[in-house]
Nanobody, 115 residues
Framework: QVQLVESGGGLVQAGGSLRLSCVASGSIFSIKTMGWYRQAPGKQRELVAVTSSSDSTNYADSVKGRFTISRDNAKNTVSLQMNSLKPEDTAVYYC?????????WGQGTQVTVSS
């Protein structure tokens, strides 16, 4: 069984910063992709940023230049540094990993950006 535990969400004013972290534990065999998705009220879940085992990264256009994803393979962790936050970044952020055995999601952490 694989567990993903997220931390770092909260309330911040527009222009501020937050750092999300996610730790994966359990029966994990070779993580391929790690990343973050988000879902705002009334909207579909969308990709925010992902990183592959080769350290390539992919960002949503809306967060490019403001968010930075990083991973520590030795610790099975993925982080998301979010700067210059905007009210439209308000959402529940979900950690995601893809392994050779399957894909897994965290429970989500709320990020609220006030104007």
């Amino acid at each position: 069984q694989v567990q993903l535990v997220e931390s770092g969400g909260g309330l911040v004013q527009a222009g501020g910063s937050l750092r999300l972290s996610c730790v994966a534990s359990g029966s994990i065999f070779s993580i391929k992709t790690m990343g973050w998705y988000r879902q705002a009220p009334g909207k579909q879940r969308e990709l925010v940023a992902v990183t592959s085992s080769s350290d390539s990264t992919n960002y949503a256009d809306s967060v490019k230049g403001r968010f930075t994803i990083s991973r520590d393979n030795a610790k099975n962790t993925v982080s998301l540094q979010m700067n210059s936050l905007k009210p439209e970044d308000t959402a529940v952020y979900y950690c995601y990993i893809q392994t050779w055995a399957g894909s897994y999601w965290g429970q989500g952490t709320q990020v609220t950006v006030s104007s």
